[in-house]
């Protein structure tokens, strides 16, 4: 039996509490507010570039000028914080990842103009070599192998470069072991104490982020088609936990599982075992299954608002939407 009192038909009927809106209303369980939204975008060189990218429809990447058009509307909705991924020239992809630790490249850039122009805006950029090695992984490969002692040492410097320009929120996408320390030690010894860092700490070797690859033009290049050496596999969830409680313990601020919907269970487990700000990123894989069959007429639009409350009902802090704008811009119509 339940540890609580679940009464009896016919003198307990549930029903009666949803008969009316209000009543619907007072006993919501769960909000979604813009202060849950993180928007991320992806920046490319260039002046007034909006390139449509196919599988993400209604998704653009833009050059610099425009990214600080969209990012006005996105201060006047109040989403307090955006996540930025760059789309580098292959002819400036190498081996090593090089243009990730140049304190000019295009995302050091990107930083510097939002920071001048909205100042108070949140801005989280990853920390992966992924967007500039031009074997598409999102670390060093040395015999055959992603060498993560290799990898660390250009991620503390990738993340210093990023924290440089004005980065708020470090995100180490990577999935190397140990890298939240040696990037929080870094940062530390360098007088960014406040740089935060959100970790992407239970990411799974998801095909959910075909889409994305597609984004930041990294996909036809990943050489062996799969990142299953340091991303996780998608039948876990213990390891999860030992993810999490490792980084915590490496001084992550916050935590993060990816995708989203397919691992609401792992947002939930995260949540209620270390209580710590546990955020989802609902990724380019679901933004596009959403977003393709809406446009279809296969579903109605509220269907984003439904995926995205699932995530708070599950425990999230906050999510990563490439919908935050326009359900910002519902929310705010509210
Ligand atoms: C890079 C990175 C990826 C995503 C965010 N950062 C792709 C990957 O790991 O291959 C995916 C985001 C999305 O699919 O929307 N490390």
Request: include cysteine.
């Amino acid at each position: 039996m339940s540890d609580f009192n679940i009464g009896q038909f016919p003198t307990t009927r549930l029903r009666r509490l949803r008969m009316k809106e209000f009543s619907r209303r007072m006993i919501s369980e769960n909000n979604l507010s813009v202060n849950d939204l993180i928007w991320p975008l992806f920046v490319c060189e260039g002046n007034n570039i909006a390139d449509k990218i196919n599988s993400m429809p209604g998704i653009c990447r833009y050059s610099i000028d425009n990214i600080l058009k969209e990012l006005e509307t996105a201060v006047k909705l109040k989403i307090p914080a955006i996540a930025l991924f760059p789309q580098i020239d292959s002819d400036l992809k190498d081996e090593n990842g090089s243009q990730a630790i140049d304190e000019n490249n295009l995302i050091c850039r990107t930083i510097k103009s939002i920071k001048k122009n909205f100042p108070d805006l949140g801005v989280i950029c990853d920390v992966a070599l992924d967007p500039f090695t031009d074997h598409g992984h999102d670390g060093l490969i040395i015999n055959d192998i992603i060498d993560n002692d290799a990898t660390l040492k250009v991620l503390e410097k990738q993340a210093l470069v990023q924290a440089t320009a004005g980065c708020d929120i470090i995100a180490p996408s990577d999935m190397m072991d140990g890298r939240v320390g040696r990037i929080r030690k870094a940062l530390d010894e360098n007088n960014f104490q406040n740089t935060l860092i959100l970790s992407y700490a239970a990411k799974y070797a998801s095909k959910f982020y075909g889409p994305f690859r597609d984004a930041i033009s990294s996909s036809g290049n990943l050489k062996g088609g799969s990142k299953s050496t340091y991303q996780m596999d998608v039948a876990n969830s213990n390891e999860a936990l030992r993810e999490v409680a490792l980084d915590i313990k490496e001084g992550a601020d916050m935590v993060m599982v990816k995708p989203g919907m397919p691992y609401l269970d792992i947002i939930q487990r995260i949540k209620s075992k270390f209580n710590i700000p546990t955020f989802a990123y609902q990724v380019s894989g679901e933004y596009a299954m959403i977003k393709g069959a809406i446009d279809n007429n296969w579903l109605d639009s509220k269907v984003i608002k439904e995926s995205l409350l699932s995530f708070k009902r599950a425990g999230a802090d906050g999510i990563l939407t490439y919908f935050a704008k326009e359900i910002a811009e519902e929310l705010n119509n509210e």
